[in-house]
């Protein structure tokens, strides 16, 4: 009788210690949308959790803090998901859960590309909506994985769940809020220049573009220039009377009159603007007659650079009819080269703009 109960208490205890606890399971969907709220940078603590889950269920000797430079680190993150990917199968199998073996190979494939081609950012321009693209494949990804830890889950019989099952934590709210607001509106100013440009020819190289109702006209140079309608880069339609995009990110031109400054007035507001707006702003000035010898040319390039990359605007104003004109053309890019070789193209802009008239003058 006594061996019976002793025995019997055994098994108690060592079903009590096969136990393992392991995060309740939450929906995929809302998965998404953390990672869509945040970037994809809520991969980083996804990965850790993940981790500590599979470190509970003894699959394999895991550090959960290490994981949250999986994602940020492609090399790194190459052989830590083929490890996770491992651990997952064998849990998969203690639980008699059906295994998505070809799809490991498949995910780290798509995970490696995506991260090296956001490391071209370094060497060449990555338009923002080519950014946007990878980072909702990079939140499909992760989201994908998490509902294979979900069937893992589901299916076992010896995992106990910790937390509340499909909730949302305040702090995971009020990431909700702050961060689905920004996405959309940094994915709708990402694509916006995009679908403008669907229904917009592209200018070729030495392209002469005229405003013979203003009176002024310039050179385009170089290539992936192509107008889009006032308003789209400003705040409103009524703000300028010209605006182009350029072949990356924030690289664009703006043609502005000015009715209430005098020609001196819109330079001196320039230069204020530009301090007001970048670091440490090198500037020069060169002024010089127009092409038809009457009036005044003035051309101011700005440089600057910082943690983030290279800035530069290059501004040119002219004097037709005693109204004054101004071309601005702003450039951003992490790389140096391409920032050299589209700022070179917006000066060469800058200085061909001119006034013009019926007369050719």
């Known amino acids: 009788m006594n061996e019976s109960i002793a025995e019997s208490s055994m ?3 060592d079903s009590e210690l096969s136990i393992k606890n392991v995060s309740s399971p939450r929906k995929s969907w809302m998965e998404f949308l953390l990672f869509f709220a945040t970037f994809s940078l809520y991969s980083s603590i996804w990965s850790v959790l993940r981790a500590k889950d599979l470190k509970n269920a003894k699959a ?3 550090k959960p803090w290490l994981w949250f430079f999986a994602p940020l680190v492609w090399i790194a993150g190459m052989f830590a998901y083929r ?7 064998q849990v998969e199998s203690d639980s008699v859960t059906q295994k998505w073996k070809i799809w490991g190979s498949v995910w780290i494939f798509i995970f490696v590309a995506v991260s090296l081609i956001f490391g071209l950012d370094r060497v060449t321009t990555i338009p923002m909506w080519v950014q946007i693209l990878l980072v909702l494949v990079n939140c499909c990804l992760f989201t994908l994985l998490h509902r294979r830890f979900n069937q893992w889950k589901l299916h076992a019989t010896d995992l106990e769940f910790t937390g509340r099952s499909n909730r949302y934590t305040w702090y995971e709210w009020l990431l909700l809020i702050i961060g689905i607001p920004f996405v959309l509106m940094v994915t709708y ?15 070729v190289d030495q392209h002469v573009y005229r405003n013979a109702d203003m009176g002024y006209e310039f050179i385009v140079h170089g290539k992936g220039w192509f107008e889009v309608a006032s308003g789209t ?14 072949p990356g990110d924030d690289t664009y031109v703006i043609i502005y009159e000015y009715q209430n400054l005098s020609f001196d007035g819109a330079i001196s507001s320039r230069f204020d603007l530009v301090q007001e707006t970048y670091i440490s702003p090198e500037c ?19 440089l600057d650079s910082d943690w983030s990359g290279e800035h530069s605007i290059s501004s040119a104003f002219i004097e037709v009819d005693d109204r ?6 702003e450039a951003y890019s992490t790389n140096k080269k391409v920032h050299r070789k589209v700022t070179s193209e ?16």
């Open 189 to 203: 100013y990402g694509f916006k220049p995009v679908l403008h440009g669907l229904s917009s020819d592209r200018f």
């Open 233 to 246: 880069l400003t705040e409103s339609s009524d703000e300028s009377l010209f605006e182009m995009i350029g």
């Open 346 to 361: 917006i000066v060469e802009m800058a200085r061909s703009f001119q006034p013009y008239n019926a007369e050719g003058q």
């Open 284 to 302: 020069t000035e060169r002024q010089m007659f127009t092409k038809n010898k009457v009036g005044r040319h003035s051309l101011i390039e700005c």
């Open 60 to 62: 394999g000797e895991f």
């Open 324 to 329: 004054v004109f101004e071309f601005v053309g």
């Open 11 to 13: 098994q108690e205890t």
């Open 83 to 89: 490890e996770l990917f491992n651990s997952v199968e």
